[in-house]
């Protein structure tokens, strides 16, 4: 409990007959000036309640929470001002740190329950793309927030290993393709048949007909289709797996779109018996007009499932077997209408866990303001990003700390932790053009920046070499306590990410963290043998823990030296 929580709970024991905890809470403000006091509750809103001036109803709850062990406490004007006291704020705040360690932060939203993480969900015979990072950094970061929040996360890999591309990669492969070239370079000769195939059936468009035949007997089962497809997915998934290994990510399933195969036609026949899909140009449809949206396509004219079809059979599956209580799609913003359908074609079916459905989208991202895409070709290989990204950090830890231990493996915390950090810190549904360079630097607004702070606490607890379990907490200077404060506020920042399926609030957060703590470092004398000097331990070890922690919400590591 901290002194927040403290202030609450007093003043919604005055208060109980007007506002309760969550709204008492919702209006507290803290004070951008700390001159004004580190909390301050406006009395604006129980005046209309209480029909009285606010000025008087703020003089009346400061006379009778009147201050305290923990706070200062005083009416100006409207408001009722909290100035905590320093001494005893820090102390408590700084034990609940030591003793809660990783657990420091979590709150109980999930109260155990199921949360569904689709995200991640390459597609095969493609490569993966700036995209396909985003939704993996992104999905991973909330799934490390919902274990935080007492949600138990389940990630899913939905791979795209399904559709009418795999009849055009077929007919491409089968007419110019040589299989120890694609087991060679899996992904880039797939994608070379692909682009031919392109090319190709732009002068000879019965190829386009042969694809789709091919695709139908795949999905009719055909056993030489499905091996190469089978193959193609293998291959596929091991490049993908280089990938998952350097971000560090783990998934609990892999079921994509082609283990739902045989699991669309009951969702069809149910769609039929409930009356809910029409015949149009010889297509299957469910009719959205009613939710202001596209029809859903569930079958084309020849038959061919479509994408919805696919996901309104996995979302069944998943509600099934896993009961969940919030099933997330980290899918980029342009599929958000292929969402609100499918959200929609589950409520109409009347599935009340529809509701529970929710489409987390992402912005774009360029590079050097150009659009990326697969399909002419023209692509950047997020592996060769990534070992970008640790070649530039290594270069800076030589031209640094030319002899530090284990020089590879920082360089790769560093160069990976840089690019997931700079994916995380801006809100999701921005796009933004990215610059290695920029990116990689220690110092700015970066993910080596602020593991460069834990680092330097780290040194300061080796070089001070103490024991600061126990501690009198005396300090008094503004650079603390702002550390303070800003550390009492992780838990409610958490919440905050959480709520909002937004991994950047606690990217912002651990970014101010290491500014305050950099600040504190520039001006604070430390390591000074003075008898304040287990307390400012204290307090760089309780800094180090939670930025710690907040870099691992975001799956980025922390190493102790760089
Ligand atoms: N494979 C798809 C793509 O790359 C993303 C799949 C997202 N998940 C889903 N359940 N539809 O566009």
Redesign the pocket.
């Known amino acids: 409990m901290n002194n927040k929580d403290t202030f609450i709970t007093d003043l919604a024991v005055i208060l109980k007959e007007h506002l309760t905890e969550e709204q008492i809470e919702s209006v507290i403000e803290i004070p951008k000036d700390s001159s004004m006091g580190d909390l301050a509750f406006p009395a604006f809103q129980l005046a209309k309640v209480m029909r009285k001036a606010p000025h008087l109803i703020a003089n009346d709850i400061a006379a009778s929470l009147s201050s305290n062990h923990y706070a200062q406490i005083e009416a100006v004007g409207p408001y009722v001002n909290v100035k905590l006291i320093r001494s005893e704020a820090s102390t408590q705040i700084i034990k609940h740190i030591f003793e809660a360690q990783n657990h420091y932060g979590e709150n109980n939203l999930g109260q155990d329950g199921n949360m569904i993480i689709?995200m991640s969900?390459?597609?095969i015979a493609k490569p993966m793309s700036m995209?396909?990072l985003r939704?993996t950094v992104i999905g991973n970061a909330i799934a490390n927030l919902a274990s935080k929040s007492h949600y138990n996360p389940i990630k899913i890999n939905?791979?795209?290993d399904w559709g009418t591309q795999f009849g055009k990669l077929i007919v491409a492969y089968q007419l110019w393709g040589d299989p120890k070239v694609v087991e060679q370079n899996p992904v880039t000769e797939l994608v070379r048949l692909y682009v031919h195939f392109h090319e190709v059936a732009i002068e000879q468009p019965e190829l386009e007909e042969q694809a789709r035949q091919v695709f139908l007997r795949l999905e009719q089962g055909d056993e030489e289709l499905l091996s190469l497809w089978k193959w193609f997915r293998e291959e596929s998934l091991k490049e993908f797996q280089r990938i998952y290994e350097l971000l560090d990510v783990s998934f609990d399933s892999y079921n994509g779109?082609a283990f739902f195969n045989d699991k669309m036609d009951p969702v069809i026949e149910e769609l039929n018996e409930k009356g809910l899909t029409e015949e149009s140009e010889g297509a299957t449809i469910v009719d959205l007009d009613e939710y202001d949206l596209p029809p859903a396509l569930i079958k084309k004219s020849d038959g061919a499932t479509l994408?919805v079809t696919r996901?309104l059979a996995?979302a069944k599956y998943r509600y099934e077997k896993y009961d969940f209580d919030k099933a997330i799609?980290v899918?980029?913003n342009e599929?958000r209408v292929?969402f609100q359908q499918l959200k929609a074609v589950l409520g109409k079916m009347g599935y009340d866990w529809a509701q529970d459905i929710i489409h987390v989208p992402f912005g774009l991202i360029t590079k050097d303001g150009k659009k990326l895409s697969t399909r002419k070709g023209d692509v950047v290989l997020l592996e060769d990003v990534l070992n970008e990204a640790i070649e530039l950090a290594l270069e800076q830890i030589e031209a640094k700390n030319p002899d530090l231990k284990d020089k590879e493996q920082v360089a790769r915390q560093v160069g990976v932790g840089a690019v997931i950090f700079h994916d995380l810190k801006n809100e999701r549904i921005n796009s933004f053009d990215f610059n290695l360079d920029e990116i990689v630097r220690f110092e700015g607004e970066t993910g080596p920046y602020v593991q460069y702070s834990y680092a330097r606490a780290m040194r300061v607890l080796r070089l001070a070499d103490m024991d600061v379990t126990s501690f009198d907490y005396q300090l008094q200077d503004d650079y603390s306590w702002e550390i303070i404060k800003k550390l009492s506020q992780y838990g409610s920042t958490i919440e905050r990410a959480m709520r909002e399926y937004e991994p950047s609030v606690i990217a912002k957060y651990v970014l101010q963290l290491s500014q305050l703590f950099n600040k504190f470092y520039a001006n604070v004398r430390i390591l000074e043998k003075d008898d304040q000097l287990p307390a400012r331990l204290a307090l760089v070890k309780a800094t180090s823990i939670v930025i710690k922690d907040a870099l691992a919400l975001l799956g980025v590591h922390a190493p102790h030296e760089m």
């Open positions: 689709d969900s390459p597609n995209g396909h939704s939905y791979l795209g779109e994408y996901d996995a799609y899918v980029g599929q292929h």
